[in-house]
């Protein structure tokens, strides 16, 4: 069992930049895969990146890449998403996620346990 909760979320100015963190419970931690996943109102929930367990493997949707960067702390049980030069339709809940497997491009349905979220708003 993994437990998640996300932080860092807050209203940032276009071209600003945030840190999201998320705090994992659980001594296993470092065997699962993490990803960010994120939701825009009347949207559906979409991946945003992966990291393997190690950290050597990242995945990015095409809309982050560059902007975005996922790493993680497996010491500290922790897991962030740095996010940079943000654009209003970054605007959304950010969800973090684990899974067993690693996936390059996951589904929200490939992931085992999740967090409650954090928004994140982009003004322009």
């Known amino acids: 069992q993994v437990q998640l909760v996300e932080s860092g979320g807050g209203l940032v100015q276009a071209g600003g930049s945030l840190r999201l963190s998320c705090a994992a419970s659980g001594r296993t931690f470092s065997t699962y895969a993490m990803g960010w996943f994120r939701q825009a109102s009347g949207k559906e929930r979409e991946f945003v990146t992966t990291?393997?367990?190690?950290?050597?493997?990242?995945y990015y949707q095409d809309s982050v890449k560059g902007r975005f960067t996922i790493s993680r702390d497996n010491a500290k049980n922790m897991v962030y998403l740095q996010m940079n030069s943000l654009k209003p339709e970054d605007t959304a809940v950010y969800y973090c996620a684990a899974s067993r497997t690693y996936y390059r491009g996951a589904d929200p349905r490939d992931m085992d346990y999740w967090g409650k979220g954090t928004l994140v708003t982009v003004s322009s």
């Open positions: 990291i393997d367990w190690s950290g050597s493997n990242q």
